[in-house]
T-cell receptor
Framework: NAGVTQTPKFQVLKTGQSMTLQCAQD?????MYWYRQDPGMGLRLIYY???????DKGEVPNGYNVSRLNKREFSLRLESAAPSQTSVYFC?????????????FGAGTRLSVL | GIQVEQSPPDLILQEGANSTLRCNFS?????LQWFHQNPWGQLINLFY???GTKQNGRLSATTVATERYSLLYISSSQTTDSGVYFC????????????FGIGTKLQVIP
């Protein structure tokens, strides 16, 4: 049981390049999330998907797009990377509804934009 | 606006000491979690605790929802407890939107 798997683990981009961060979960969860973590700050929600076929903006969605490909997979795309997007990106999943709306996180993707 | 505040921001403990971390939130919540981020960056859920008290080994947590705060207790700290502790809440009516505090960075020294 792998839980939440993110790829790649590390990536370096030049300003203006595009890339897609991949996330897959094998826990049959309905909800999935993308966060970014910057030094000295907590995690900030970029986008989330409450269920397959739906996506919603979080706190910091500008510059990003997402796709909920199926129940297992939720990808994050940077169309034109900027240095301000240098960060560590985390994907998470959960099964909403008390008492088990617990979030499980992937290992993170460390992205540098030069 | 909606806020999650954690204190203290930094904490250094001698191995074996006890500590209390605090999380204040600005509105009623239907979900509160405590996470530990280890020095390698991995985030691990410690407690799901929208109200009441829970214990897991040397760790325990209490949330007083009516007073809008939660406490995480670490007893007999060990070097492996080092890392950053985050409080994360889902505010009532916020559906699945989770708001994180900025964390408490804990260093346990031998």
């Amino acid at each position: 049981n792998a839980g939440v798997t993110q790829t790649p683990k590390f990536q370096v981009l030049k300003t203006g390049q595009s890339m897609t961060l991949q996330c897959a979960q094998d826990m049959n969860h309905n909800s999935m999330y993308w966060y970014r973590q910057d030094p000295g700050m907590g995690l900030r929600l970029i986008y989330y998907s409450a269920s397959e076929g739906t996506t919603d903006k979080g706190e910091v969605p500008n510059g990003y797009n997402v796709s909920r490909l199926n129940k297992r997979e939720f990808s994050l795309r940077l169309e034109s990377a900027a240095p301000s997007q240098t960060s560590v990106y985390f994907c998470a999943s959960s099964e909403p509804g008390a008492p088990k709306n617990i979030q499980y996180f992937g290992a993170g993707t460390r992205l540098s934009v030069l | 606006g909606i806020q999650v505040e954690q204190s203290p921001p930094d904490l250094i403990l001698q191995e074996g000491a006890n500590s209390t971390l605090r999380c204040n939130f600005s509105d009623s919540v239907n979900n509160l979690q405590w996470f530990h981020q280890n020095p390698w960056g991995q985030l691990i859920n410690l407690f799901y605790i929208p109200s009441g008290t829970k214990q897991n080994g040397r760790l325990s947590a209490t949330t007083v929802a009516t007073e809008r705060y939660s406490l995480l207790y670490i007893s007999s700290s060990q070097t492996t407890d080092s890392g950053v502790y985050f409080c994360a809440v889902t505010f009532s009516g916020g559906y699945q939107k989770v708001t994180f505090g900025i964390g408490t960075k804990l260093q346990v020294i031998p």
